[in-house]
Every structure is written in structure tokens, then in C-alpha cells.
């Protein structure tokens, strides 16, 4: 629980967020808000460095629309035995392929209640994201911002703290596999958590105490209630995970 406040707390002063993460899944209104949900945004490209990664200029172009034919016409040439490319990862990204494929993954969908069918657009849609310098952890936080419900974050502290084998492919699979596991009721307990670090994000902004949080340097944010509140659950479970994994 108090990994999530201290995760939405402030600098000192109140002059920022302790962690810009914070901002990720809420910065400019969010990645998955109906007038943006189907396709990546100049929005997005920054939310996505607020976890502390950046997206190369050239794939950030592309991936916003800047160059909307060339992923396309190099996938035909490709296709025509005509293109010079070393492998796949070094086609130009089809930003029109990529929101055609977020248009069939609806913003609810959570990844307890996702079938195979949906698991097989988000391969295609990773497939078309993942490029040289655009790997894992770049990403499943670009797509994670695109559907925060949907799509968690994959990166070293994660898979770490998950147990999930090197180099494994099938980590959406796996988690999905856990999530839908009655037996060990993760929704209900990550939706538990959520509600129990709202009420104890309320008590510690009224009283100001920064006592129960894990670093000097902040206090209670005066926003982190409302931000924690509307966290899907794989967006709890990356918080709690990461955190934890910082500690040790």
C-alpha cells in the first residue's frame, strides 16, 4: 500500500511529482482517451520517457504519423524482394498498420478477460512497434500507455520480481494465465490494495505526515488520492513490483 503513496507523493514543496512515472497513464488527458485512443501521439512519445526510457526521434516520427507511407511501401518492398533491410526490426514503423490494430482492442478490455483472439492483435501490434532501439521495455510501456488495462509493462525489475525467465516470449500469456487463477484472487487483491492506498493517501494528505513514506526528500501529494483511484490493476501491479524490486 504505501509503495503506491510514496510512488504519487511530491517533492518537497510541492514543486513536482517525487516520481514522473506518477504522470504517466494521466499525462495530457491519457493514451487511451477516445480522440487518441487509436493511434500514438506526440502525447504518448513523452508519457513514455516519464518511466525513464526515450524513444529514438526517427521512431517517434513514425509512430506518430510524421511519415505515414514509408512503413508500408518498405513492408511491399520487402515483400517484392526489393528492400536492402538486415532484418524486420529495421523496417520504418506503419503508424496506419498500428492504429488499425488498436481499433480492435477496446479500451475496457481488461487482460483477465482477454481471449486468444486478442492476445494474437497485440503480438501483431508489438511485432509492428518493436524495432532496433525499440525494444521490450520501450515497448510494452508505449503500448502499456496505449492500454493501460490491457497491455503491463515489461522490464528488467518486473520480470525480475515476476520470476519470469530471460529472453521468455510470453509474458501477456503468462500474466493473463495468473490473473484468471481463481485460486489466487489477484484482481480482488491488486483492486483491495488500490483502495486501501486511496484512504491512506487521504489521511496522509490531511495530516501531512510524510512519516510512512520511503523517502525524505517528499510529502504527501495533494493529488495522489484521485491519481491511485483510477489505476487499472496491471498499472498497480507494475508500481508495487518496481518499488518493491528498488528496495532490495
Known amino acids: 500500500m504505501w509503495h503506491l503513496v510514496t510512488y504519487f507523493a511530491d517533492l518537497y514543496g510541492h514543486t513536482g511529482p517525487g516520481y514522473t512515472g506518477a504522470m504517466f497513464t494521466e499525462f495530457g488527458g491519457g493514451g487511451d482517451r477516445p480522440e487518441v485512443a487509436h493511434a500514438v501521439t506526440a502525447e504518448d512519445i513523452v508519457a513514455v520517457s516519464t518511466l525513464s526510457v526515450d524513444i529514438d526521434p526517427l521512431h517517434a516520427l513514425q509512430l506518430t504519423g510524421a511519415v505515414t507511407s514509408e512503413g508500408a511501401e518498405a513492408r511491399a518492398a520487402i515483400e517484392r524482394g526489393e528492400a536492402r533491410l538486415q532484418d524486420a526490426t529495421s523496417v520504418p514503423i506503419d503508424a496506419v498498420e498500428i492504429g488499425r490494430l488498436l481499433a480492435q482492442l477496446p479500451t475496457d478490455l481488461d487482460l483477465a478477460d482477454a481471449t486468444d483472439e486478442d492476445l494474437a492483435v497485440i503480438d501483431l501490434l508489438w511485432a509492428e512497434v518493436r524495432r532496433k532501439n525499440l525494444g521490450q521495455t520501450r515497448a510494452s510501456k508505449l503500448l502499456a500507455r496505449k492500454r493501460p488495462r490491457l ?19 510470453d509474458f501477456f500469456g503468462s500474466l493473463r494465465t495468473v490473473l484468471q487463477d481463481a485460486t489466487l484472487g489477484l484482481p480482488a487483491h491488486l483492486a483491495a490494495l488500490r ?54
Open 195 to 248: 483502495e486501501s492506498a486511496v484512504d491512506a493517501a487521504m489521511d496522509a494528505a490531511r495530516s501531512g505526515s510524510p512519516d510512512q513514506l520511503t523517502r525524505s526528500d517528499l510529502v504527501p501529494g495533494l493529488h495522489a488520492a484521485e491519481r491511485i483511484g483510477r489505476l487499472s490493476d496491471l498499472r498497480v501491479l507494475d508500481i508495487v513490483l518496481w518499488m518493491e524490486g528498488q528496495t532490495r
Open 151 to 169: 497491455c503491463p509493462v515489461i522490464d528488467s525489475v518486473v520480470v525480475a520480481q515476476l520470476g519470469h525467465g530471460v529472453g521468455r516470449t
